[in-house]
T-cell receptor, first 111, second 113 residues
């Protein structure tokens, strides 16, 4: 089976940096995705990691360590519009390559 | 601009009614998915499809069925709605290979009274 764990809520200040962690256990790891979901809206794709290391995309970066079953999403220069839920999802090739989602981390950015 | 659309944003039905939720994608994606999203439980996969007329059960298929008669359209059917099916329903699509990230529709908030 799959087990994905991420913090339920986080709060950070505008302009700061925040790191959202995700740990996972899966039998057939085949990639990790981060999605952003604003309240009442659809999740939107942020990043994808399949090899160890850091992937940077503007203010957002995502890191993966397959040996530790660990990923994090790093958000720099936080803006108020970054207040949203951030979903960690693991693709499992033993599960027909489908995605298995964590429960999400609700980030609140305060002035 | 890629797009996944769902037939309704909000829907209110009564217990025992048959409910159809429609999803259409314009990206020529092979894969389509139906999830439900509940507080504290995250997204859970109900059914998915890799091709026309093909369907596979996800993690929570009980009480649901699906139909995929055309590549772009994937329907979720609640044969006899129950109050525990009150939820946000999200449709998604993706390519069959490569990074194949999923693109989500706006969701349907279904309330069963």
């Amino acid at each position: 089976g799959q087990n994905i764990d991420q913090p339920t809520e986080m709060t950070a200040t505008e302009g700061a940096i925040v790191q959202i962690n995700c740990t996972y256990q899966t039998s057939g790891f085949n990639g990790l995705f981060w999605y952003q979901q604003h309240a009442g809206e659809a999740p939107t794709f942020l990043s994808y990691n399949v090899l160890d290391g850091l992937e940077e995309k503007g203010r957002f970066s995502s890191f993966l360590s397959r040996s530790k079953g660990y990923s994090y999403l790093l958000l720099k220069e936080l803006q108020m519009k970054d207040s949203a839920s951030y979903l960690c999802a693991v693709r499992d090739q033993t599960g027909a390559n489908n995605l298995f989602f964590g429960t999400g981390t609700r980030l609140t950015v305060i002035p | 601009d890629v797009k996944v659309t769902q037939s309704s944003r909000y829907l209110v039905k009564r217990t025992g009614e048959k409910v159809f939720l429609e999803c259409v994608q314009d990206m020529d994606h092979e894969n389509m998915f139906w999830y439900r999203q509940d507080p504290g439980l995250g997204l859970r996969l109900i059914y998915f499809s890799y091709d026309v007329k093909m369907k596979e059960k996800g993690d929570i298929p009980e009480g649901y069925s699906v139909s995929r008669e055309k590549k772009e359209r994937f329907s979720l059917i609640l044969e006899s709605a129950s109050t525990n099916q009150t939820s946000m329903y999200l449709c998604a699509s993706s390519r069959l290979s490569g990074r194949n990230e999923q693109f989500f529709g706006p969701g349907t908030r279904l309330t069963v009274l």
